[in-house]
């Protein structure tokens, strides 16, 4: 397609429309994005209804294609509203101005992560429904807020709800990641996030001392022990090339606290680690040897968890997951190459498999650069309309298990 026929392609310019609500944090205001949905579900002549799992300023609107046996366990294609903030000064075009430059790529925040999708799949059913398609299975098309702070006014409240009960969703589809090759990334599992505080006491005095027991040899054992374990992992990842940063547990220092003044050896020091427990870690064993360094270095220290996510099971790809079969059909028919992972961060993909709902991550966006969160964040306008095409037969093939 050529520069005319992006600027009237009717889907881009839906795509755009979305592009240009500034649905962005610290404060999204989400009121013009259902607006935006509202005219949307009209045209599809799909029912919308919005629900508000926590307060009034972070809505979840549900678009829904009634199936031919609604009885039947249904499928969710979820996408989230909210961007994250931008430096519009690194940026070469307006980060809400949706722009073409002359090889396709549109430009704005949100372009792949990931108001890309949630029209995608809007812009598939649009062509499923035009074309006569009847499916069978319900369709519900989600549209929630605040994921990028981790879903808990959006996706992880609405789960609990008596709506997202009645939806009675049997599998979901949700946020992947460009890549930057011509494989297609999948993911089907996300590690466990756990942010640890050490709050670590020890013998005051002065400085010009040597004093036992002090804060700072319990925090410098503490540190010894956590910095090997990342060792271990980096080890890991860098000894096998098959595996990607979401098959090993990464261990980040994140924050240091504590001390008085420069002469003073402080009562307390606290020191944070931002961990993300690989699928293969044993809960139960890291806390047990959390407790024991702990004892180890002195006692007197004190853990407190800010995140601890319990162990979520990845979503089967065998043959025991009827929907990891369709999803696969739809793409071996494509002839997509399709790389199956596990999600470095986090998404609300989380929240279903936590429910033991099977859910899998996929933005169909290959031969694109990794910019989510990034400065010019951009999708070209092929790709992006190739993305409809791939939805139709993947929605298609899920509807009809
Ligand atoms: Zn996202």
């Not at 045209?43 to 629900?51: A, S």
């Not at 001390?259 to 427990?277: A, E, H, K, M, W």
């Not at 047990?288 to 995140?307: P, Q, S, T, V």
Request: some cysteine.
């Amino acid at each position: 397609m050529d520069a005319s026929g992006w600027e009237s392609n009717v889907e881009l310019q839906y795509f755009r429309e979305y592009l240009q609500i500034p649905s962005m944090h610290p404060n999204p205001n989400y009121e013009p994005c259902l607006k935006f949905l509202q005219r949307q579900a009209e045209q599809l002549e799909l029912p919308m209804t919005v629900h508000y799992p926590v307060n009034e300023q972070n809505p979840v609107a549900v678009l829904t294609w009634l199936g031919e046996n609604p009885q039947l366990p249904s499928i969710l294609l979820n996408s989230h509203m909210d961007v994250v903030p931008v430096f519009p000064e690194k940026w070469t075009h307006p980060p809400f101005g949706a722009d073409i430059d002359t090889e396709g790529r549109i430009f704005a925040r949100g372009a792949q992560d990931m108001k890309c999708v949630g029209m995608q799949y809007l812009a598939a059913i649009r062509e499923l429904k035009s074309s006569g398609v009847k499916l069978k299975r319900t369709i519900h098309i989600s549209f929630v807020a605040d994921e990028e702070l981790g879903g808990n006014l959006g996706m992880r409240p609405f789960v609990t709800t008596d709506h997202f009960r009645a939806l009675n969703v049997g599998f979901g589809l949700d946020e992947g990641l460009a890549s930057p090759t011509a494989e297609f990334s999948v993911f089907n599992a996300e590690r466990s996030v756990w942010q640890i505080h050490f709050k670590i006491s020890g013998t005051a005095g002065h400085g010009s001392l040597l004093l036992p027991k002090t804060a700072g040899e319990k925090l410098s054992y503490i540190l010894d022990k956590m910095m090997a374990l990342r060792k271990v992992q980096e080890a890991r990842l860098q000894s096998n090339p098959k595996l990607t940063i979401g098959d090993v547990t990464t261990i980040n220092l994140t924050r240091i606290g504590g001390g008085v003044q420069s002469n003073v050896v402080p009562p307390l020091l606290t020191i944070c680690f931002d961990v993300r427990l690989a699928l293969d870690v044993d809960h139960q064993q890291f806390k047990a040897d959390l407790h024991r360094w702990m004892m180890e270095a002195g006692g007197g220290i004190e853990l407190e968890y800010e995140h601890k996510e319990p162990y979520v099971p990845a979503t089967p790809v065998d043959d025991s997951n009827p929907f990891w079969l369709a999803f696969k059909r739809a793409t071996d028919v494509l002839e997509l190459v399709v790389k199956l992972q596990t999600f470095s961060g986090g998404t609300d993909s989380w929240f279903l498999r936590q429910l033991g709902i099977p859910a899998l991550g996929f933005s169909p966006m290959n031969n694109t650069p990794i910019l989510l969160h990034d400065h010019d964040e951009f999708l070209q306008a092929d790709t992006y309309l190739r993305g409809i095409e791939i939805y139709k037969k993947i929605i298609a093939s899920l509807a009809s298990v």
